[in-house]
């Protein structure tokens, strides 16, 4: 199993960035797809998610109106489009794939992460 983030770097404030993070070894069609993010000391917290089933997206209070999540199911890819971005929204951002089958097991797997840095 394997997610691979890319699309990280530096932006100034009012700018934008796309990542990306290509999947393989499951079945990303099954899977929702999260982006985490994780600033210096703080925790990490939950931006995006995109669902399996009819590819609704929900959003952190924090991004709404500024970032929109979307996948490829057919490229295995989930991408996070990020606009106005702000200097808090400095962090390493992560991809996530999720799925809970009923009554076994979940199942969570985790990307190594890119940085995004907002600075003049």
């Known amino acids: 199993v394997q997610l691979v983030e890319s699309g990280g770097g530096l932006v100034q404030p009012g700018g934008s960035l796309r990542l990306s993070c290509a999947a393989s070894?499951?079945?990303?069609?099954?899977?929702?797809m999260r982006w985490f993010r994780q600033a210096l000391g703080k925790e990490r917290e939950l931006v995006a998610t995109?669902?399996?089933?009819?590819?609704?997206?929900n959003y952190a209070d924090s991004v709404e109106d500024r970032f929109t999540i979307s996948r490829d199911n057919t490229k295995n890819t989930v991408y996070l489009q990020m606009n106005s971005l702000k200097p808090e929204d400095t962090a390493v951002y992560y991809c996530?794939?999720?799925?809970?089958?009923?009554?076994?097991?979940?199942?969570?797997?985790w990307g190594q992460g890119t940085q995004v840095t907002v600075s003049s």
């Open positions: 070894g499951f079945t990303f069609s099954l899977y929702d």
């Open positions: 995109i669902t399996s089933t009819d590819g609704r997206a």
């Open positions: 996530n794939a999720y799925f809970a089958p009923l009554y076994r097991p979940s199942y969570d797997y």
